[in-house]
């Protein structure tokens, strides 16, 4: 049995974007259930990016509100810096304080190289990778005000390459650059930052998965792939409690698992010599050895590691 105290948010306040739909909605309802404070923000657009509609935002408000939470509704997009600090003073106005921030909204336009023009990445970065920068920079002189807060990105297994998903995973990619700088600077103020990859079925997604729900297996499938099977990881980040700071965890489908970046050992050429071409052609099978990979902490930890030979005794 479970003895693990219920972790709760009573008296915390969170802003989760994107939660309108999907996984947004699916995080922000459980904080809610939880006793968080929640700033629904979903500028109700299409996938693609389009359009607006105040609906989805003060949908779910309502639902947080029925349930006995607490909540407001907030439709500044997330696509620009003055929506990103509009949603920011919203919630601090409101609420007198900001302790979560879920970057969750995202937008899917497919299409690979050459269709893949500037507007599609634009658009794309716009909301991922944009977004998701300028709404925690809004949060965080409040956080460093109070000693504390949580920080969650949403990056994506689908930076690992997909058909078509081209400026999707190009914007996934960086938020884990994002995510791993910028907690070397915040541990120290009693703020964490950390990243999930979700495994589910939202609408970014739908276009790469082509989950057909016609058959018994496959409404299985999709019922495994459920938004709110991703929450409780998002929660636990977002918890006083969370132990980790820089890391991305993947969760979905019921199974929960840390992501990792890590080096192998490699070829150390010792001759004296300058190494060749030929070299690196007769020394790659052990180059790409992950017998003895490491995963380093930070830039100047796998430094260390990768230049060692220089500093012998250190």
Not at 205 to 214: H, I, L, P, R
Request: charged letters at 20%; hydrophobic letters at 40%.
């Amino acid at each position: 049995m479970n003895t693990t105290p219920e972790l709760r948010f009573d008296e915390r306040v969170a802003i989760v974007t994107g939660a309108g739909r999907g996984l947004g909605r699916a995080h922000a309802k459980l904080l809610a259930a939880r006793g968080a404070k929640i700033v629904v923000n979903d500028v109700g657009g299409s996938k693609e990016g389009t359009g607006s509609d105040t609906g989805p935002a003060n949908e779910v408000v309502e639902e947080i509100r029925a349930a006995g939470g607490t909540a407001i509704a907030d439709t500044n997009t997330v696509g620009t810096e003055d929506g990103c600090q509009s949603l920011v003073e919203r919630a601090v106005s409101e609420f007198g304080r900001i302790d979560v921030v879920v970057n969750n909204a995202g937008i899917s336009r497919w299409a690979t190289f050459p269709d893949a023009d500037a507007e599609n990445l634009e658009l794309t970065l716009d909301v991922h990778l944009r977004g998701t920068w300028h709404t925690t920079r809004a949060a965080w002189p409040h956080m460093e005000r109070q000693g504390y807060g949580r920080v969650i990105t949403t990056a994506s297994t689908g930076m690992l390459g997909l058909p078509d998903n081209l400026a999707y995973a190009t914007a996934k990619g960086a938020l884990i650059g994002f995510t791993r700088s910028l907690a070397h600077a915040s541990a120290e103020k009693g703020i964490l930052v950390n990243c999930i990859a979700p495994n589910s079925v939202t609408r970014p997604s739908e276009s790469a998965t082509n989950v057909v729900t016609s058959s018994p297996m496959d409404q299985a499938r999709a019922v495994a792939m459920a938004t709110d099977l991703v929450s409780p990881m998002v929660a636990f980040l977002a918890h006083e409690s969370c132990p980790v700071n820089g890391e991305i965890l993947v969760a979905g489908a019921k199974r929960f698992s840390r992501w990792f970046l890590g080096f192998t050992e490699g070829w150390l050429d010792e001759s004296g010599e300058l190494p060749t071409v030929e070299d690196i052609a007769a020394h790659w099978g052990q180059i790409t050895d992950e017998k003895d990979y490491y995963v380093p902490t930070g830039t100047m930890d796998w430094g260390a590691r990768f230049m060692s030979h220089l500093y012998p005794g250190a």
